[in-house]
């Protein structure tokens, strides 16, 4: 056993050239000075840390973890930019490491609801950096030290970062096993897009979702790894991995992650692939040392060495490392408390898209200590609209307790919390995730012990979801929606119909159900029935039935209807020009100057849509550059405004004020605005109506 751990050191520590690591170097931080005052959030850092953050419910990992004021994570930003920086062009290598991962897992650790598989990858690699040599090759410190430039690297560098690489590929297609993957219930309606035009001249929307999205994801996560890992196979790996990244790159808004992974997938070459790349370009370009690397003492040359415990520790730390990634994605049968209908907090099991909610109803109310219920507005206290805090247990937790110490600042003693979340996941009914009748902000909740009050998916019904595909085919339209239900029995969802929706039904597929309407009028329905719900009023359907009871409502939007009818009565008038009858008199919709305006403006605003659509490359690069610029200037602004206000002290209110309007010009700008699903022009009109 010993022999064979020796050898298994001797292994870890043979050398190898640094060049194809210190390219992953170079990417990895110009990449991470790219995201930075994007995605991380540099550029609107005074909105998440202004003053009013302590008025702001937060979700960190670790309950007792604070932000700093608002000019010192700015200044943070900074540090972490600078440090992106260091990396890239390897000056002061392990210091700007060091900074850049503590800074980044203090980000990280600090809100849980901007967490994703790709900020998670982004840590580890940074890590990955810190007790790696990188910087061996092609790097500042390696021209200030002779003795780092061009030197080998022990071989666990290389095998560190080709299997996390090849873990996110894996874990990724083990994750997607899951059978609404497969079934292709998880990414609905991606064939929409433009990078799918192609194959639409062969296959039908439905089958690119089913066949390209769901199983190709499947078989390309699962094989990937095993394709960049052998020699004869790479170059089928280079193929079909750079195809799927520059298709998730235009589909999804997910930063850097795309080409980060475009980058990370070369560390599977042969290590000094980079050197010999290099070596190909024009004499112009050769200023990186193209000579055989240099020995390094860390590293292991003879048959028969003599090991240290450098050689050791590396070893060990390296299994240690190994060991954790692949236990942790695995592991929620010890952290039970952040298991809802996803296990764990999302963000490090490498479920990337597995599932997909469907947010249809938060209800939150309070009872003070004499009983008297209140309500609260869902994404009261939050900055951000997102509602990821609904899907898991622990941060419903931190947001009703939250909540209640926001309450009692305002005199209301002891309040309980209630919180009742509806949500359908991978296309099932909606129902409840959480059990309403518990008091959350009291709750004793620990991440070892699963969260009781945490509702079961009703995975029973999910062979439902073919009859509510139909369902949705036959009733939506314009003006008509449709929702599917499923409650748990002697439950009850108490609902209000907007006085837009004038002739809304409820109809019953399974059970039994008991609706009860302001009025005091009761009525019991079985399958196959179907009551009129009156508008302007709430009601309760209550499920009487020992099973789960399934019910959908159908909306009609009575006010979009006569909107409707009154623009296409317009239109067609316009395609006819009649000789004009001086006796005759105009009609309703030609006197109403409102139904004008808007069909110009809709009219205006189809012409606009179609320019940008068609709108040339050139002309959108510079209007993607232009943004970039934007949203970088906004982010030094913050930073030139910290450190000032840091070592100077803040200047006075008015110069202050200044200040702001001027970041908010920069702010407003960097926004690109996008066309709503909904006409704004026909919400307005809503409103008239």
């Given at each position: 056993?010993?022999?064979?751990?020796?050898?298994?050191?001797?292994?870890?520590?043979?050398?190898?050239?640094?060049s194809?690591?210190?390219?992953?170097?170079?990417?990895?931080?110009?990449?991470?000075?790219?995201d930075?005052?994007?995605?991380?959030?540099?550029n609107?850092?005074?909105i998440?840390?202004?003053e009013?953050?302590?008025?702001?419910?937060?979700?960190?990992?670790?309950?007792?973890?604070?932000?700093?004021?608002?000019?010192?994570?700015?200044?943070?930003?900074?540090?972490?930019?600078?440090?992106?920086?260091?990396?890239?062009?390897?000056?002061?290598?392990?210091?700007?490491?060091?900074?850049?991962?503590?800074?980044?897992?203090?980000?990280?650790f600090?809100?849980?609801?901007?967490w994703n598989?790709?900020?998670?990858?982004?840590?580890?690699?940074?890590?990955?950096?810190?007790?790696?040599?990188?910087?061996?090759y092609?790097?500042?410190?390696?021209l200030l030290?002779?003795?780092?430039?061009?030197t080998?690297?022990?071989?666990?560098?290389?095998?560190?970062?080709?299997?996390?690489?090849?873990?996110?590929?894996?874990?990724?297609g083990?994750?997607?096993?899951?059978?609404?993957?497969?079934?292709?219930?998880?990414m609905?309606?991606?064939?929409?897009?433009?990078?799918?035009?192609?194959?639409?001249?062969?296959?039908?929307?439905?089958?690119?979702?089913?066949?390209?999205?769901?199983?190709?994801?499947?078989?390309?996560?699962?094989?990937a790894?095993?394709?960049?890992?052998?020699?004869?196979t790479?170059?089928?790996?280079?193929?079909?991995?750079?195809?799927?990244?520059?298709?998730?790159?235009?589909?999804?808004?997910?930063?850097?992650?795309?080409?980060?992974?475009?980058?990370?997938?070369?560390?599977?070459?042969?290590s000094?692939?980079f050197?010999?790349?290099?070596?190909?370009?024009?004499?112009?370009?050769?200023m990186?040392?193209?000579?055989?690397?240099?020995?390094?003492?860390?590293?292991?040359?003879?048959?028969?060495?003599?090991?240290?415990?450098?050689?050791?520790?590396?070893?060990?730390?390296?299994?240690?490392?190994?060991?954790?990634?692949?236990?942790?994605?695995?592991?929620?049968?010890?952290?039970?408390?952040?298991?809802?209908?996803?296990?764990?907090?999302?963000?490090?099991?490498?479920?990337?898209?597995?599932?997909?909610?469907?947010?249809?109803?938060?209800?939150?109310?309070y009872?003070?200590?004499e009983?008297?219920?209140?309500?609260?507005?869902?994404?009261?206290f939050?900055?951000?609209?997102?509602?990821?805090?609904?899907?898991?247990?622990?941060?419903?937790?931190q947001?009703?307790?939250?909540?209640?110490?926001?309450?009692?600042?305002?005199?209301?003693?002891?309040?309980?919390?209630?919180?009742?979340?509806?949500?359908?996941?991978?296309?099932?009914?909606?129902?409840?995730?959480?059990?309403?009748?518990?008091d959350?902000?009291?709750?004793k909740?620990?991440?070892?012990?699963?969260?009781?009050?945490?509702?079961?998916?009703?995975?029973?019904?999910?062979?439902?979801r073919?009859?509510?595909?139909?369902?949705?085919k036959?009733?939506?339209?314009?003006?008509?929606?449709?929702?599917?239900?499923?409650?748990?029995?002697?439950?009850?969802?108490?609902?209000?119909?907007?006085?837009?929706?004038?002739?809304t039904?409820?109809?019953?597929?399974?059970?039994?159900?008991?609706?009860?309407?302001?009025?005091?009028?009761?009525?019991?329905?079985?399958?196959?029935?179907?009551?009129?719900?009156?508008?302007?009023v709430?009601?309760?359907?209550h499920?009487?039935?020992?099973?789960?009871s399934?019910?959908?409502?159908?909306?009609?939007?009575?006010?979009?209807?006569?909107l409707?009818?009154?623009?296409?009565?317009?239109?067609?008038?316009?395609?006819?020009?009649?000789?004009?009858?001086?006796?005759?008199?105009?009609?309703?919709?030609?006197?109403?100057?409102?139904?004008?305006?808007?069909?110009?403006?809709?009219?205006?605003?189809?012409?606009?849509?179609?320019?940008?659509?068609?709108?040339?490359?050139a002309?959108?690069?510079?209007r993607?550059?232009?943004?970039?610029?934007?949203?970088?200037?906004?982010?030094?602004?913050?930073?030139?405004?910290?450190?000032?206000?840091?070592?100077?002290?803040?200047?006075?209110?008015?110069?202050?004020?200044?200040?702001r309007?001027?970041l908010?010009?920069?702010?407003?700008?960097?926004?690109?605005?996008?066309?709503?699903?909904?006409?704004?022009?026909?919400?307005n009109?809503?409103?008239?109506?």
């Amino acid at each position: 056993m010993k022999g064979s751990f020796s050898w298994l050191v001797s292994e870890l520590s043979r050398p190898k050239d640094a060049s194809i690591l210190a390219f992953t170097r170079i990417a990895f931080g110009i990449l991470m000075a790219i995201d930075i005052p994007q995605e991380r959030g540099m550029n609107h850092a005074d909105i998440k840390y202004g003053e009013d953050s302590g008025l702001v419910c937060k979700f960190p990992l670790f309950h007792n973890l604070h932000p700093l004021s608002q000019d010192w994570m700015t200044f943070l930003y900074t540090v972490l930019f600078l440090s992106a920086i260091g990396i890239a062009v390897g000056f002061m290598y392990r210091l700007n490491c060091a900074l850049f991962t503590s800074i980044y897992w203090y980000f990280f650790f600090l809100d849980k609801t901007t967490w994703n598989n790709h900020s998670y990858l982004y840590g580890l690699l940074a890590f990955l950096f810190l007790i790696s040599d990188a910087h061996r090759y092609a790097s500042i410190d390696g021209l200030l030290r002779k003795s780092l430039q061009n030197t080998h690297v022990p071989q666990w560098n290389y095998v560190l970062f080709r299997f996390q690489i090849f873990l996110v590929y894996f874990y990724a297609g083990l994750k997607k096993t899951d059978l609404d993957w497969l079934s292709g219930y998880s990414m609905g309606r991606l064939s929409r897009h433009w990078v799918f035009d192609p194959m639409r001249l062969f296959m039908s929307e439905a089958m690119m979702d089913l066949v390209v999205v769901h199983i190709g994801g499947f078989l390309l996560d699962i094989s990937a790894g095993f394709l960049l890992f052998f020699d004869k196979t790479r170059w089928i790996g280079f193929i079909f991995c750079s195809s799927f990244h520059f298709m998730n790159s235009q589909m999804f808004n997910i930063g850097m992650f795309p080409y980060a992974m475009l980058a990370t997938m070369f560390i599977f070459c042969h290590s000094n692939s980079f050197k010999i790349f290099v070596g190909k370009l024009p004499c112009g370009f050769n200023m990186l040392s193209l000579s055989p690397a240099k020995q390094n003492s860390n590293c292991i040359y003879e048959k028969k060495p003599k090991l240290s415990w450098k050689h050791y520790a590396a070893a060990v730390l390296t299994i240690l490392y190994i060991t954790e990634q692949l236990f942790l994605p695995y592991s929620h049968s010890i952290t039970k408390g952040y298991n809802g209908w996803t296990e764990g907090p999302y963000g490090y099991s490498w479920d990337m898209m597995v599932h997909s909610f469907q947010n249809q109803h938060i209800k939150i109310s309070y009872k003070d200590k004499e009983g008297k219920e209140g309500f609260i507005k869902p994404g009261a206290f939050l900055k951000s609209r997102r509602s990821r805090w609904s899907a898991h247990p622990d941060m419903t937790i931190q947001y009703a307790r939250c909540l209640k110490y926001q309450l009692v600042k305002m005199g209301i003693e002891n309040p309980s919390i209630y919180i009742d979340v509806w949500k359908s996941l991978n296309s099932r009914f909606q129902q409840r995730m959480y059990n309403p009748n518990v008091d959350l902000a009291n709750y004793k909740w620990s991440p070892f012990t699963h969260p009781n009050f945490t509702l079961p998916v009703l995975s029973e019904l999910s062979n439902w979801r073919q009859k509510l595909k139909e369902l949705k085919k036959l009733h939506r339209n314009e003006t008509q929606n449709i929702v599917f239900v499923a409650d748990f029995p002697g439950m009850h969802l108490e609902n209000f119909v907007q006085e837009d929706f004038g002739n809304t039904t409820i109809s019953v597929l399974r059970g039994k159900v008991l609706v009860e309407v302001d009025s005091g009028r009761n009525v019991s329905l079985s399958v196959g029935e179907t009551l009129k719900v009156p508008p302007g009023v709430f009601h309760k359907v209550h499920t009487i039935s020992n099973i789960t009871s399934c019910y959908f409502y159908v909306y009609i939007n009575s006010t979009d209807v006569s909107l409707n009818d009154k623009l296409n009565s317009y239109a067609k008038e316009q395609t006819v020009t009649p000789v004009p009858d001086p006796l005759q008199k105009s009609t309703a919709v030609n006197e109403d100057p409102f139904i004008v305006e808007l069909n110009q403006q809709q009219e205006a605003r189809k012409i606009v849509q179609h320019g940008s659509k068609y709108r040339p490359f050139a002309q959108r690069a510079a209007r993607f550059m232009h943004k970039k610029f934007m949203t970088f200037r906004r982010s030094f602004l913050l930073s030139y405004y910290s450190c000032r206000n840091l070592i100077f002290g803040k200047p006075n209110t008015e110069q202050l004020a200044t200040e702001r309007e001027y970041l908010d010009l920069w702010l407003t700008m960097s926004n690109s605005s996008r066309p709503s699903e909904h006409s704004q022009d026909q919400r307005n009109a809503k409103r008239e109506l």
